[in-house]
């Protein structure tokens, strides 16, 4: 059963010549331009920081920049390993439990500077050719379901492959604007990016009866704040978003 959720037709011994990748499709070519440019903006970002800059507090409760930053790091690492995993149709999840992965989010956090830039780079360039090669693997593979973590995470269902893709997308966008800085906030995230990801919340929460910016009603569904132009329809102001980010 587990190994059929994570595609291990590419190893069944019913196809043991599955022959050569399937070229990317259009839209997977796409994300992976997509993520490109979100990683060189955060990338950009993070080597702005000095040491005093990353110790600063981001905007997510008891994390500081360097959480955020190692968070980025460690993501990247654990989706290279579930992606490599389902290449190989060995079951492979992001982190070995929830203890682990705060465990290497705390210790990461207080690094200088330099050194926490320098391992989002190393962990962006380790996971960019494995999700390129996932992305030419064809449907088969990008169909099969894949767990996003550890089950004590407690909110990570299976999904299919292909959603590793967007998965980081949203991972690098959202938490740049989570470090906190006045060179990348919502209105600057671009706005494809905005407009797929509020159809994702829609898909995962319902649609909401309110009104405004699209990048700040993003902002909002994702527990980022309410920007001025985010109204109830009956023009009072939104409230907390519904559970579901």
């Known amino acids: ?46 080597d702005s920081l000095d040491d005093d800059a990353v110790r ?69 360039e380790g996971l960019a050719p494995v999700l390129a090669e996932l992305a030419g693997a064809g449907e088969e593979v990008l169909g099969s379901l894949v767990l996003f973590g550890p089950p004590q995470l407690g909110r990570v269902p299976d999904q299919p492959a292909r959603s590793l893709l967007f998965g980081r997308l949203r991972e690098v966008e959202v938490h740049h604007v989570d470090l906190g800085l006045p060179s990348y906030r919502p209105p600057d995230w671009p706005a494809a990016f905005v407009e797929r990801t509020l159809l994702w919340v829609h898909a995962r929460t319902g649609p909401i009866d309110v009104v405004g910016e699209p990048a700040e009603v993003l902002a909002w569904r994702i527990g980022r704040g309410a920007g001025p132009s985010v109204r109830r329809l009956d023009g009072s102001e939104p409230g907390d978003p519904p559970a579901g980010w």
């Not at 011994?13 to 440019?37: F, I, K, N, Q, S």
């Not at 790091?73 to 682990?100: F, I």
């Not at 210790?107 to 320098?118: H, K, L, S, V």
Request: proline fraction near 10%; hydrophobic fraction near 45%; charged fraction near 25%.
């Open 1 to 46: 059963m587990g190994a059929e959720r994570y595609g291990s037709a590419v190893t069944d011994p019913r196809h043991p010549e599955p022959g050569p990748p399937a070229p990317a499709t259009e839209a997977d070519l796409a994300d992976l331009a997509d993520l490109a440019a979100a990683t060189a903006r955060l990338l950009a970002s993070a």
């Open 56 to 124: 600063a507090p981001s905007l997510l409760p008891g994390w500081t920049r360097g959480h955020v930053l190692s968070h980025l790091a460690r993501n990247a690492d654990g989706m290279a390993r579930t992606a490599r995993g389902v290449l190989a149709g060995v079951p492979a999840p992001m982190y070995d439990s929830a203890e682990a992965r705060e465990a290497a989010i705390e210790q990461g956090a207080g690094r200088p500077a330099a050194e926490i830039a320098d391992d989002v780079r190393r962990s962006a």
